[in-house]
């Protein structure tokens, strides 16, 4: 091998030398980016499972026995709120009467009280004698000849008043609707009418009777004028009856007042229907219906 050979061997060897390290690292790149990429493993799309119903959970939970104490604990809640409830009941109307007759004997007190405490006699319920014994004696005297007289002279003296004599006027006939002494029918008769519509019926008091001319020809007709309590006894409706519409019940005017305001509670099982005519009196001549 000649001189020049040799040279160009040692070239080549020096040159391949140099070339080693870049390729063995362009190599070792390459593996390592291979092994560096991530493997994506296969996916699999689907639902996730279901989990239990809520339902089922619930129904299992109310199905399960109570246990010993928890049912213990709910008789002994039943029974104690069946009892309070049954105090209640007894003990309502009991504190309703005692404060309705505590307020009245005070209201009735109040009229003549003042004048003890001015004179320096402070006695509990000496108002309250004092006021009902002097309504006594206004009652017996106003049923002498110079009471009536007295209290004529005042009713003219009243009615020419313009705003007062109203007011007088319709008190005074809602006092003698209620008074023993007089003649008149009003709130003394308790009757059913079928109100507000077919089928269905309301208790009423007659207050009057009414003569209805000129209904078509068919002449006079007499009607009931009754009162049909709405609120309590103190609002009402007012409706002109004939009395083939009214049916007369064997009921007093006391027992329709407590069923008025009891609500109906107080209503008996059984109400009988009786035969006679509304407004004119025939009521101890009725006779019951089969």
Not at 165 to 178: D, E, M, T, V
Request: hydrophobic share 40%; aromatic share 10%.
């Amino acid at each position: 091998m000649s001189g020049r050979e040799r040279d160009r061997e040692r070239d080549r060897d020096r040159d391949r030398e140099l070339l080693l390290p870049v390729v063995a690292g362009e190599h070792a790149a390459g593996d390592q980016d291979a092994s560096s990429e991530p493997t994506t493993n296969p996916v699999i799309i689907g639902s996730p499972p279901p989990p239990p119903p809520t339902s089922t959970l619930t129904r299992a939970h109310h199905l399960h026995p109570p246990t010993g104490i928890e049912a213990f604990s709910r008789v002994i809640r039943s029974w104690a709120w069946k009892k309070f409830m049954s105090g209640c009941v007894i003990l309502l109307p009991i504190a309703i009467t005692f404060y309705t007759t505590w307020w009245f004997i005070r209201f009735v007190d109040g009229f003549f009280s003042p004048i003890y405490i001015h004179l320096g006699i402070d006695q509990i319920g000496l108002g309250f004698a004092t006021s009902i014994s002097f309504i006594f004696l206004i009652g017996v005297f106003m049923s002498s000849w110079l009471g009536a007289s007295l209290l004529g002279l005042g009713e003219f003296v009243i009615k020419k008043m313009p705003l007062v004599r109203h007011i007088y006027s319709a008190s005074k006939q809602i006092s003698a609707a209620i008074s023993p002494d007089q003649s008149s029918r009003a709130f003394k008769e308790v009757v059913i009418i079928r109100h507000p519509r077919i089928g269905e019926y309301a208790f009423g008091f007659v207050t009057s009777t009414v003569t209805l001319r000129g209904t078509g020809g068919h002449g006079d007709e007499e009607l009931a004028c009754v009162y049909v309590p709405t609120n309590n006894l103190y609002l009402g409706d007012i409706f002109l009856m004939s009395h083939a519409d009214v049916i007369i019940p064997d009921l007093s005017v006391r027992e329709a007042i407590e069923i008025v305001l009891s609500g109906g509670m107080s209503v008996p099982k059984i109400i009988s229907a009786l035969e006679g005519v509304v407004g004119l009196g025939e009521h101890d001549h009725a006779v019951k219906s089969p």
